[in-house]
């Protein structure tokens, strides 16, 4: 078997075992001291672990034969000697010296003759037992292994999960399409089960025919004194079993599905119930600046290839996608083992991943967490043709090389190297192919060799400086650098078509303390061709370039051109992958094409994968010459999805031009039109009726489509904008069309009837919005079927049209309304008719969700939204389309990297929603499936769609387990319903009970469960929160009018559990920061001769005069005078208090020149900041007296 095929986690290259003995000090002792199980139940070990001295095997095989009589058993307090005696056998194997013929003759001593008689039947059925199942042992472990193949993995299947130290991290990285048999012990990926069998034979018939006699040179303990060993004997296994029962047990040894796969089963039929509320179902687009692997060419034609920070594994024969997720971030790089059965992937940015991916099974067998402590991530990764090693380049400013022994589940690289920032930033990384020491990588200004010296844990590296001086030729910028197949030069390739051979100097090895060092340097400049040398590779005897133009070359090892490929007109190859299946021996029916040397030889070569440029990906077979698309994907960013009001289809816009529609039931890509150069689909949407489909374009433009041929509806586009087109939206009878854009401007189109026929006009743009315009709506006047119109601006303006008196070039407003304070609205949407009052929802940057009365505005609800890292930025309702589905609805959205579900009605509760990471870098869209059976979002920048397939049940599974009532709500709450707030919170409520009865009253005090309204702002200042006076009147309006529209009854008091739910979904959700409170003095001050943001005295009181919610003098005398402490005890907050006078103050005395942030909070305000202060700390706010 080659190292090729060689499974890579057998042996070292040593050939010790590659699980470090360290990690397990105690085994080989616990295994002699303990009794087994059966070989039939456990997994074959590794050559390494069978080449045991014959002393260790013959203890494990006195184990197997006490253990088939069932004279041990695993008891938790051990069994007593006595009954071992009663039995006559005398066990002795924790020391390694039970032989049975001396336990024999000791029993002859101590018990007699009978006993002599017992121990000798024993023996001879013990013999019988064995030399029966050396026939059938084999066969039982033979189907064993067969009956485990198709299992899905389970928890057993773990074998490191309680004793491997990685394994808490591994199991920390949740994968959704990942499995519990993730292993980090190399123990478990034992392939070769055939060879692992014979030897598990061979080694029992030696313990047989070695059973009756005494081992030689076996060492043994002296007797001394009769009687006196077996005490010894006794205390020697009761302080052994005791020690066994300290340790936590391991499981039983079982298969992993990663060792007993042979072959690809990620396409099997999985029918395993979805337990997420969320699953990825298919990835649209892939990211073309990374490689795409031919993994699968024999019956099948799989390809690897990198979508966002997801590795997609896809069966071009089954239509079928297998999807490798865990990473945080957009997935960086990527590489394959030569017989393809191993993956490795990284990514860049915070907590950054290194995850080595099992090919057969899809399952992670080894994750690095911390492969970049600085949190830069990974810019090239490469893999030893074994794949034993595997080497990695970081994206830091200081770029560092480590390689690592992933076989052995190591978290730390075997060695390191940090690069100059002079040798530029090193971007493609390769081993040599037949040396596991020696890696070259380059950057675009220069080519490194390293040498790997493991026994010394160096890594040894040559960067020779070249100039346009060393060969007096320009040499252009490297692109790829491999080992020639020589093997005693390497070769770099430019983009000016040239090719650098190195020439590689490796010193003998050397035990002086300073022996000569590795080096290559320059030998010669190749004018290889024309144009730019893209990639570089080897392919069987040759050497194979691509290059800008599309052309495909293969040169032998003197460099002389063998074939090319020329007439595909191809754009600038980015990668090329051959088959790892060779290439099929030309017979009379073969087309393979005559090479262009002198003998005109067939040109054989392997089957192979092109990656270009623009996106596209070709699989050439070369028997055929035959060139076959088979992934044609945007190549700019995607910004625009629109699904089709009632038919499985999914539109995709992308920067490019290009608009393509999918099946999205099937799979299958349908159509597509690519527009002029320079136009870019920024906004897609279809009309009602999914006839008409909306495009909004980068440069303003507007087309209407025909849906189902993309042919334009109109004769000439629309062009009343100068800037991108954000927003498309169709009236609900599909008579109006409204457009808004990155100029705060929203248009509006009308159908007219000319000459018979229904034609688009334009009607009339308003530049309404100051800010960004983030929801363009239509609805639906409740008086009359007529269409109503409404934008939702970043300038917190709510603005409603009036179609009807509009005209042309003239759009009338009909109201504009206000929505918020500070925070600014990022979406709206009508919330679905599941109360008698119709609302429009709109959410915010404070994670809040209103709910305004779609026809007075009022703001008649605020609740707290989903809370996962960023607020939402778009809001859809999930279509139902049955009556029963119409009781319970749920709502999507979408924030700065997540894709989530809402449970409706909104009420607060955390265990309602639910998220998922669907573009690290950045979301850009959504849209829905029809049947509401899917869910669809844009990555932008990151040039992928995903497909989310929808599993209600599961979310609402979450929602029963997180408890009813206000359970939900207690845990928002520090300590809980038993904490120290809660408590408090009990008392201030209670209080303000008295409060409103009056404090000297001497009349009997009234119990109820209730406060009246207006007590409702002090208490929730006594509990550190204060709102506006615009959030007060939020909070009386929700709690008044509750009850308005069923019983027609105003409330004018509220119960402690509702007091509850108002506090928990007005107050802030992350509490007042110092982020925020720096903020405003960063806007409102002045930077002063320290360096630091200050407001003067003056400016300081004549803002909260005259800005915001005004102040009049008495009120800021009096609320200094308080926080100053300088008014008696409960000033103005009790009824019996208000008939006092307060001091005057003079705050010209009290307050310093200068206020910065960090004084306004602890000297004025009061509060405190928590030790190690940072500008995201959070301040500190104790409950405060009434």
Avoid at 99 to 111: N, P, T
Avoid at 169 to 174: A, F, G, Q, V
Avoid at 670 to 694: A, C, H, M, W
Wanted: contains cysteine.
């Amino acid at each position: 078997m080659s190292d090729a095929e060689r499974n890579p986690l057998e042996e070292a290259e040593d050939g010790e075992t590659e699980m470090k003995e360290e990690e397990y000090p105690d085994y080989s002792e616990e295994e002699e001291n303990v009794p087994q199980e059966s070989e039939a139940d456990l997994v074959p070990w590794r050559d390494s672990q069978e080449e045991k001295e014959a002393g260790d095997e013959e203890e494990e095989g006195q184990l197997e034969e006490e253990e088939e009589e069932g004279q041990l058993e695993e008891e938790e307090g051990g069994r007593q000697l006595e009954e071992e005696e009663e039995e006559g056998q005398l066990e002795e194997e924790e020391e390694g010296e039970g032989q049975l013929e001396e336990e024999e003759g000791q029993l002859e001593e101590e018990e007699g003759g009978e006993t002599e008689e017992k121990a000798g039947a024993a023996l001879d059925e013990v013999v019988a037992r064995f030399q029966e199942e050396l026939t059938e042992e084999p066969q039982e472990i033979t189907m064993s292994m067969i009956s485990l193949q198709g299992r899905p993995p389970t928890d057993s299947q773990s074998i490191m999960s309680e004793n491997s130290p990685t394994t808490r991290k591994e199991s920390e990285h949740s994968l959704q399409g990942g499995s519990s048999s993730t292993l980090s012990s190399s123990y478990d990926y034992d392939l070769e089960m055939t060879s692992s069998e014979e030897k598990l034979v061979t080694s029992l018939q030696k313990k047989t025919a070695q059973m009756p006699a005494e081992e030689p040179g076996q060492e043994r303990v002296s007797e001394p004194v009769k009687g006196e060993r077996r005490r010894d004997k006794r205390v020697s296994y009761f302080d052994m079993r005791k020690e066994k029962e300290a340790e936590p047990k391991a499981r039983p040894r079982t298969d992993s599905l990663v060792s007993i796969s042979s072959k690809d089963i990620l396409f099997q039929k999985d029918d395993q119930a979805k337990v997420y509320p969320l699953t990825m179902t298919w990835k649209f687009g892939w990211n073309s600046s990374l490689p795409v692997y031919y993994i699968r060419d024999e019956k099948q034609r799989v390809l690897l290839y990198a979508s966002a920070h997801t590795a997609v594994i896809y069966n071009v024969f089954k239509n079928d996608q297998h999807h490798l997720m865990g990473h945080p971030n957009v997935i960086s790089c990527m590489c394959v083992s030569e017989d393809r059965r191993w993956i490795a992937t990284a990514d860049k940015g915070p907590n950054c991943l290194l995850i080595i991916w099992d090919s057969f099974t899809g399952i992670p067998v080894h994750t690095i967490f911390d492969s970049c402590p600085e949190g830069d991530g990974i810019r090239a990764i490469a893999i030893t043709r074994d794949a034993k090693y595997l080497a990695t380049i970081s994206d830091a400013e200081i770029q560092k090389v480590c390689i690592w022994r992933w076989t052995l589940a190591a978290e730390t690289p075997a060695c390191t190297l940090d690069l100059p920032k002079e040798y530029g930033f090193q971007n493609y990384l390769i081993f040599n192919p037949t040396n596991n020491k020696e890696l070259v990588s380059n950057s675009k200004i220069q080519a490194i060799y390293y040498l790997w010296y493991e026994e010394r844990e160096m890594l040894i590296h040559s960067a020779p400086l070249l100039t346009e001086k060393t060969f007096n030729k320009h040499v252009g910028k490297f692109s790829q650098s491999i080992f020639h197949l020589n093997l005693t030069q390497v070769l770099s390739a430019t983009l000016e078509g040239k090719l650098v051979v190195w020439d590689v100097y490796r010193p003998p090895l050397s035990a002086s303390a300073s022996p000569a060092l590795p080096y290559m340097k320059p030998c010669k400049l190749v004018h290889l061709q024309k144009e730019g040398i893209t990639v570089l590779t080897t392919v069987d005897s040759y050497i194979v370039t691509g290059d800008v133009k599309g052309n495909i070359k293969f040169y032998d090892c003197t460099l002389s051109i063998i074939y090319w490929f020329s007439n595909f007109k191809l754009s600038s190859i980015r990668t090329l992958s051959f088959s790892k299946t060779p290439a099929t021996p030309p017979t009379e029916k073969s087309n393979y094409p005559s090479d262009c040397t002198l003998k005109g030889d067939l040109f054989v070569v392997r089957n192979f994968i092109i990656g270009t440029s623009d996106a596209i990906v070709y699989h050439l077979k070369a028997d055929e010459t035959k060139l076959e698309k088979l992934l044609i994907e945007p190549k700019e960013a995607i910004c625009a999805i629109a699904c089709h009001p009632y038919q499985p289809l999914i539109t995709i816009g992308s920067f490019c031009g290009m608009i393509k529609v999918w099946d999205y039931r099937k799979k299958r890509y349908l159509f597509s039109r690519v527009f002029e150069k320079g136009l870019g689909i920024q906004s897609l949407t279809y009309n009602p009726e999914g006839d008409l489909l909306g495009a909004g374009f980068t440069e303003g433009t507007v087309y209407i489509l025909d849906a189902m041929s993309l042919e334009n509806g109109i004769p000439e586009p629309f062009k009343y904008s100068r800037t991108s087109v954000t927003h498309i939206s169709f009236s609900h009878n599909s008579q109006y069309m409204a457009t808004a854009d990155a100029n705060f401007t929203v248009a509006v189109y009308i159908v007219k009837v000319r000459n018979s026929q229904r034609v688009w006009e334009y009607l009339a743009r308003l530049r309404s919005h100051r800010q960004s315009i983030r929801s363009l709506l239509f609805g639906v006047h409740l008086d009359s079927n007529e269409p109503r119109l409404l934008s939702l601006g970043r300038d917190r303006l709510l603005i409603e049209y009036n179609l009807l008196q509009s005209y042309k070039n003239h759009l009338e407003v009909l109201d504009i309304h206000q929505t918020d304070q500070g925070n600014y609205p990022t979406c709206m949407i009508w919330y679905p008719p599941l109360t008698k009052e119709l609302f429009l929802l709109i959410s915010n940057s404070g994670y809040k969700v209103k709910l305004f009365n779609s026809t007075t505005k009022m703001c008649r609800k605020t609740l707290l939204g989903p809370v996962y890292g960023s607020p939402m930025e778009q809001i859809q309702v999930l279509p139902v389309k049955t009556a029963i589905e119409l009781q319970r609805r749920y709502l999507v959205f979408i924030n700065r990297d997540k894709v989530g579900l809402q449970i409706l009605p909104i009420d607060g509760n955390p265990h309602k929603t639910c998220a998922i990471v669907c573009h690290p870098n950045g979301t850009a869209g959504m849209a829905l499936s029809h049947n509401g059976h899917y869910i669809f979002t844009a990555g932008g920048q990151d040039l992928s769609v995903v497909q989310w397939e929808v599993n209600l049940s599961a979310l609402e599974a979450a929602v029963s387990l997180g408890g009813e009532d206000l359970i939900p709500f207690y845990g928002l709450v520090s300590g809980g319903r038993e904490g120290k707030f809660y408590r408090e919170l009990e008392d201030y409520f209670y209080y303000s009970q008295l409060r409103s009865q009056g404090i000297d009253t001497m009349e009997a005090r009234k119990v109820s469960e209730h406060i009246c309204l207006s007590e409702v702002p002090f208490v929730m200042r006594a509990i550190g929160f204060y709102p506006s006076e615009e959030k007060i009147d939020d909070m009386f309006n929700e709690i008044k009018f509750s009850e308005y529209v069923d019983t027609g009854e105003v409330i004018d008091k509220i119960n402690l559990p509702d007091f509850l739910k108002v506090y928990l979904n007005h107050r802030p959700p992350f509490g007042n920061t110092m982020s925020a409170i720096q903020e405003s003095f960063d806007i409102l001050g002045y930077t002063n001769s320290e360096g630091k943001k200050v407001i003067r005295r003056e400016d300081f009181l004549k803002l909260l005069l005259t800005k915001g919610e005004h102040m009049t003098e008495e009120e800021l005398s009096d609320c200094f005078a308080t926080l100053l402490g300088l008014n008696p005890e409960g000033w103005k907050s009790e009824p019996a208090a208000s008939s006092l006078k307060g001091p005057e103050v003079r705050l010209e005395e009290e307050l310093p020149d200068e206020i910065t942030a960090e004084i306004f909070v602890t000297d004025i305000l009061g509060l405190s900041i928590a030790p190690g202060f940072a500008q995201d700390a959070e301040v500190s706010e104790g409950p405060r007296d009434v």
